[in-house]
């Protein structure tokens, strides 16, 4: 006979509600931007949402209980946030990921007990490291009497997570007056959770997700891919249903350059993806009417990234780049405050 699922207590009370703040340097003669800050849940990213959701649906369900041993493939943040809750909720975790995981998240799994499998000893000819993370896990659940795995690819508790808080949490804050939404797409589990509330509302609010060059997502052809947490290697099951009304795909380039800008104009430091969808907005922004209101989900946080994205060293020898040359593309724009500084 199974215990009662444990309830949700101390830390797992501070996931959502994160703030929504006005950008007002980043485009200051474009539309009103707002961001939201992702990055502000407990265990540091968007993911800790579905993580959440996905555990508590399984333990109310009486899928799993305490003590069970939960597994997950994941490029980092699903990671953290699974650990984070299994430590809460008294669960064994076990996450299958690859080398592109961030050093930082690695770090935070095993601080919460977790335990980190790489797929690269195992991978197979022609695999992607999407495909093999997969085959791994669904090999450790049949080899583990009663481990679970959430597949936070085709659960769909996982766009519920973001249509219930994150894209609710911005229809409230901003009365139901948003004309675009733009988010980093990866399990496609926030750009569909977006899109079903925008749905169930009513309204013509723009869905937009910002995708990586390289990605298989929505049609495209897959590829090498620097920044984790934005795209894939196969398309996932909810990216079938996630239906964005439009789709924009970056660079690593892309994405160092908007993290960039957004940590000199408005002092976000923010993850890989974020930087991409900042590139996204600025290209977007000139078609956009001075009275739209746009808002950008900006998944985790920068310092997660102080080593890849935030190093001069990483981007010249992974992106081609070198420091001189990104700090003139960051300040490069017209609307840039530091080239009026300059001139003025």
């Known amino acids: ?84 809750a299994c430590a809460v909720f008294g669960l064994r975790f076990h996450c299958v990921v690859d080398h592109l995981i961030q050093r930082q998240n690695l770090a935070l799994v095993r601080a919460y007990g977790g335990t980190v499998e790489f797929i690269e000893p195992r991978m197979q000819p022609g695999e992607s490291r999407l495909e093999a993370r997969l ?5 450790i659940v049949a080899e583990n009497r009663g481990a679970w795995w959430p597949n936070q690819y085709a659960n769909p508790a996982n766009p519920a997570a973001h249509a219930a808080g994150t894209m609710r949490e911005i229809d409230e804050a901003l009365g139901g007056r948003v ?84 940590a000199a104009r408005e002092g976000i430091l923010a993850g890989g993806s974020s930087g991409g969808v900042i590139t996204a907005l600025e290209r977007l922004a000139p078609s956009l009417p001075r009275t739209h209101t746009c808002v950008v989900i900006l998944a985790d946080r920068g310092s997660r990234y102080l080593d890849t994205i935030y190093d001069d060293g990483w981007v ?24 009026r500084w300059a001139v003025a």
């Open 179 to 262: 004309d675009v939404v733009l988010a980093a797409t990866s399990t496609t589990g926030t750009i569909g959770g977006c899109r079903a509330r925008v749905t169930e509302r009513g309204g013509d609010t723009r869905v937009i997700g910002v995708d990586a060059v390289g990605s298989a997502l929505f049609g495209g052809r897959p590829g090498d891919r620097l920044i984790t947490g934005l795209g894939a290697g196969i398309e996932p099951a909810l990216a079938r249903s996630a239906d964005p009304d439009e789709v924009m795909r970056v660079s690593a380039l892309d994405c160092v350059l908007g993290c960039r800008r957004l």
């Open 1 to 84: 006979m199974h215990s009662a699922p444990p309830r949700d207590r101390g830390v797992l009370h501070a996931i959502g509600r994160t703030p929504l703040v006005r950008l007002e340097r980043l485009l200051p003669s474009g539309p009103a931007v707002w961001a939201k800050l992702e990055m502000l849940n407990p265990g540091g990213s968007a993911k800790d949402r579905p993580a959440h959701r996905m555990l508590r649906e399984a333990l109310d369900s009486g899928r799993i209980s305490q003590g069970s041993l939960v597994v997950e493939s994941s490029s980092g943040n699903m990671a953290v946030g699974l650990a984070q």
């Open 316 to 339: 010249e020898e992974k992106v081609g780049l070198g420091p001189d040359a990104v700090r003139a593309r960051v300040e490069a724009d017209p609307a840039s405050p530091r080239r």
């Open 135 to 139: 085959r791994r896990v669904r090999e």
